[in-house]
């Protein structure tokens, strides 16, 4: 088993930043990879971005390219989520997942962290 817990979330303002902090505990050593995900009043929870244990690899969802940055420490028991630049749009509860294989579902979440952005 994998425990997550987010930390970070907020209310900033439009153009803004933050920084989100998911550590995990328990059987790390399995994990794959990790993601960001975050789910926005009324509407379907999105991937926004993850990060490959091996190589280190980066993924973005087309919104937040170039704003978010994905990363993690050296154990991989600790994802940062910076974002900059943000909109109001950004608005949501952040989740992190994490899994410990390739496939498409994402075993482990944590309990979400809110970030608000006020325009």
């Known amino acids: 088993q994998v425990q997550l817990v987010e930390s970070g979330g907020g209310l900033v303002q439009t153009g803004d930043s933050l920084r989100l902090s998911c550590v995990a505990s328990g059987r790390t050593f399995s994990i794959y990879d990790m993601a960001w995900f975050r789910q926005a009043p009324g509407k379907e929870r999105e991937f926004v971005a993850a990060?490959?244990?091996?190589?280190?690899?980066?993924y973005y969802a087309d919104s937040v390219k170039g704003r978010f940055t994905i990363s993690s420490d050296n154990a991989f028991n600790t994802v940062y989520l910076q974002m900059n630049s943000l909109k109001a749009e950004d608005t949501a509860v952040y989740y992190c997942?994490?899994?410990?294989?390739?496939?498409?579902?994402?075993?482990?979440w944590g309990q979400g962290t809110q970030v608000t952005v006020s325009s």
């Open positions: 997942a994490a899994r410990t294989t390739a496939s498409p579902r994402y075993d482990y």
């Open positions: 990060i490959r244990r091996s190589g280190g690899s980066t």
